[in-house]
């Protein structure tokens, strides 16, 4: 993988843990910061492709690769092309991906890899199979990525999410952040607009969570820092409130 280019690894071999929408206001986050992402969708219901579809062209511009292996498609290798100006490349892994995905996925190394949860016992089996299946992905890599948890579709502090909290800590990885069960995020799906897209005020703790996981993502690669973060003040802890009275990557969207 060219070192100028951020590689981020959506995963989880359970379905229905928020990958696709994590991916899509990753990329629409980095997109409003002048980056330019390209989400490579590895899952074959293609629900990245299909949010794409649906985002309106006068928002940032977000490329998407149509990433899950076709044997009967020529054109296989033509739909995986990442177009020259990406700076960032996101992948929306599938559910229980196969070897040759894993292997596929890590290609070129891993920036950073991010896993999503919902408060359940299964989500917790979960992360168990996740970790076996990067340890598969990443062995042999230069250089190991940083490998941390998201929780999506949180209400409020229930016993099946603090019992998730307390297994993420006993394993040592990190909890990146924490996304409420909103129905921004059904906006986003619905409309292909990212939470960032969003009248600021509607929107605040989302955007929180975005932008813990996009620090820690830099953090991650300091080296990859663009100079659209820079210029917006992406840093920790500046909040240039000249800019925005929350994040710095925002400005307020009516």
Request: aromatic share 6%.
């Amino acid at each position: 993988m060219n070192e100028n280019v951020r590689k981020v690894l959506i995963i989880n071999p359970k379905g229905g843990c928020g990958k696709t929408t994590l991916a899509t206001n990753l990329a629409a986050l980095y997109a409003a910061c002048g980056d330019v992402p390209t989400i490579m969708d590895y899952d074959e219901q293609q629900s990245s492709m299909d949010w794409l579809s649906k985002r309106p062209d006068s928002l940032p511009p977000i490329h998407g690769v149509k990433a899950c292996r076709d044997y009967k498609k020529s054109t296989y290798h033509l739909q995986r092309q990442v177009p020259r100006q990406t700076q960032t490349i996101i992948i929306d892994a599938p559910a229980r991906p196969s070897h040759e995905e894993l292997v596929d996925m890590q290609r070129g190394g891993i920036s950073g890899i991010v896993i999503p949860l919902m408060p359940s016992a299964y989500d917790t089996r979960a992360l168990t199979r996740a970790l076996v299946e990067l340890l598969t992905i990443t062995k042999g890599l230069d250089q190991s990525p940083r490998i941390g948890v998201v929780l999506n579709r949180v209400r409020n502090r229930s016993k099946s999410t603090n019992t998730l909290m307390e297994y993420v800590d006993s394993i040592s990885l990190p909890l990146i952040a924490s996304f409420f069960d909103r129905q921004s995020f059904v906006v986003s799906a619905e409309t292909g607009c990212g939470v960032v897209d969003m009248p600021q005020s509607r929107v605040t703790d989302e955007l929180l969570g975005l932008y813990k996981l996009a620090t820690w993502l830099r953090e991650a690669r300091p080296h990859l820092q663009s100079e659209s973060e820079q210029d917006l003040g992406f840093n920790q802890g500046n909040t240039l409130k000249e800019k925005s009275n929350v994040y710095p990557f925002m400005v307020d969207r009516k």
